[in-house]
């Protein structure tokens, strides 16, 4: 596992930051209707190119103190496929120690954009307010090494076990806005 973070990292910073990130689509959906509801789950284009992403989840069984996020990243080729990263992490564990790297790559783009940035147990709605590409277009092409082309991240949130919701992310790389 260490070996294949390190071999992403490197192939990564080999890939100019020249590239293009936009938001083509945005799924949310509860798998759990007494638990939890999205009351948003939004892009917005303020222009052309810059978009943001909005979601409100409401909770209804609060405090929640035990999540299990399953992540795929998926490129588009016939269909999405699983593309490098596919895994399963206690979330709880890893906002009280920030350890596992692909995850803090994930946690830095969206933790000043949302109230999921402190420790459980999370005894609020759950909000992303205005998650920009810009911070997309910095950070990610870091690690990945996304040639052009249709992508999305797929999410699982389990709570205690149970599917609870899932949220999926769908992303545009071109070498630079046209
Ligand atoms: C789009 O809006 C962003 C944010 O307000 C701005 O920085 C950018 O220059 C705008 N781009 C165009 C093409 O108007
Ligand atoms: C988040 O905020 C901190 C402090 O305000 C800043 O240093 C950091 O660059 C921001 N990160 C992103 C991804 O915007
Ligand atoms: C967490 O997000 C809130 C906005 O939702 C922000 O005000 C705060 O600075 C963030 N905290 C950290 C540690 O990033
Ligand atoms: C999370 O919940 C599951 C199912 O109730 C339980 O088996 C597991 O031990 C819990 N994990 C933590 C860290 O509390």
């Not at 294949?4 to 945005?26: A, E, M, P, Q």
């Not at 638990?35 to 789950?41: D, H, I, Q, S, V």
Request: proline share 3%; hydrophobic share 40%; aromatic share 14%.
């Amino acid at each position: 596992m260490r070996l294949f973070l390190y071999t992403l990292f490197i192939l990564g910073s080999l890939k100019t930051i020249l590239s293009h990130v936009t938001f083509t689509n945005l799924k949310c959906g509860s798998r759990d209707r007494n638990f939890m509801e999205f009351e948003k789950c939004d892009i917005k284009a303020v222009n052309r190119t810059h978009k943001y992403i909005d979601i409100y989840m409401n909770l209804f069984q609060k405090p929640v103190d035990n999540i299990t996020v399953n992540v795929k990243l998926m490129r588009h080729d016939h269909g999405y496929k699983p593309f490098f990263v596919d895994l399963s992490f206690n979330a709880c564990k890893f906002l009280k120690n920030q350890r596992q790297p692909v995850v803090k790559m994930f946690y830095d783009i969206y933790k000043n954009s949302s109230n999921i940035n402190h420790t459980c147990p999370f005894d609020h709605d759950i909000i992303l307010d205005h998650l920009w590409t810009g911070n997309l277009e910095s950070d990610f092409s870091k690690y990945v090494p996304m040639m052009d082309g249709d992508y999305a991240l797929f999410s699982e949130w389990s709570v205690n076990n149970i599917d609870r919701a899932f949220l999926n992310i769908y992303i545009r790389i071109s070498d630079r806005q046209k």
